[in-house]
T-cell receptor, first 113, second 114 residues
């Protein structure tokens, strides 16, 4: 079983839709959860950073962590064509100083105008 | 624009060539990383330098050789590569201890081995 599972998509939605992106994981030691956005031919860009369980909101983006289910989500409200990118989830074990950061394979999102 | 820069952005090399990739971070971090990104695969961690100490991924072939002269600069030396080494090579940096561990990435070097 992979440590982090992420549906590769592609996911295609109309402009203005609410997008839900998800990852599941198997290692209960993960404490730090991140979402990165990667545009074509660019490096990943940090979007959201969450420690432990709960919700975190930043503008149109909401990150949700459910440690009991080992499930994390990223919601995008009022999606825009500029949100079209690949979204990577990532998680790490804190006491290793960030070295053990595991990434999902990424979900490719298309937002149609 | 991020605080991590990489050069060159694109590189085409033959299997007998020797080349180097360069990364520089301006974020005051004390850990730097090399990742390989192939199509539809998760990021593959190749090397980590923390406080100038190297942590290796034992599955990385010896034709890849990292160098970290200080906490701001990181190199990846390449020699006798194979076509399957063609990929996007990403550099990242983070704080290694006592804080947030998220990594900041450079734009990557798109490597093609012919």
């Amino acid at each position: 079983q992979k440590e982090v599972e992420q549906d590769p998509g592609p996911l295609s939605v109309p402009e203005g839709a609410i997008v839900s992106l998800n990852c599941t994981y198997s290692n209960s030691a993960f404490q730090y959860f991140m979402w990165y956005r990667q545009y074509s031919r660019k490096g990943p860009e940090l979007l959201m950073y969450t420690y432990s369980s709960g919700n975190k909101e930043d503008g149109r983006f909401t990150a949700q962590v459910d440690k009991s289910s080992k499930y994390i989500s990223l919601f995008i409200r009022d999606s825009q064509p500029s949100d079209s990118a690949t979204y990577l989830c990532a998680m790490s074990v804190g006491n290793t100083g960030g070295f053990k950061t595991i990434f999902g394979a990424g979900t490719r999102l298309f937002v149609k105008a | 624009e991020t605080g991590v820069t990489q050069t060159p952005r694109h590189l085409v090399m033959g299997m007998t060539n020797k080349k180097s990739l360069k990364c520089e971070q301006h974020l005051g971090h004390n850990a730097m990383y090399w990742y390989k990104q192939s199509a539809k695969k998760p990021l593959e961690l190749m090397f980590v330098y923390s406080l100038e100490e190297r942590v290796e991924n034992n599955s990385v072939p010896s034709r890849f050789s990292p160098e970290c002269p200080n906490s701001s600069h990181l190199f990846l030396h390449l020699h006798t590569l194979q076509p399957e080494d063609s990929a996007l090579y990403l550099c990242a940096s983070s704080q290694a201890r006592g804080g947030r561990y998220e990594q900041y990435f450079g734009p990557g070097t798109r490597l093609t081995v012919t």
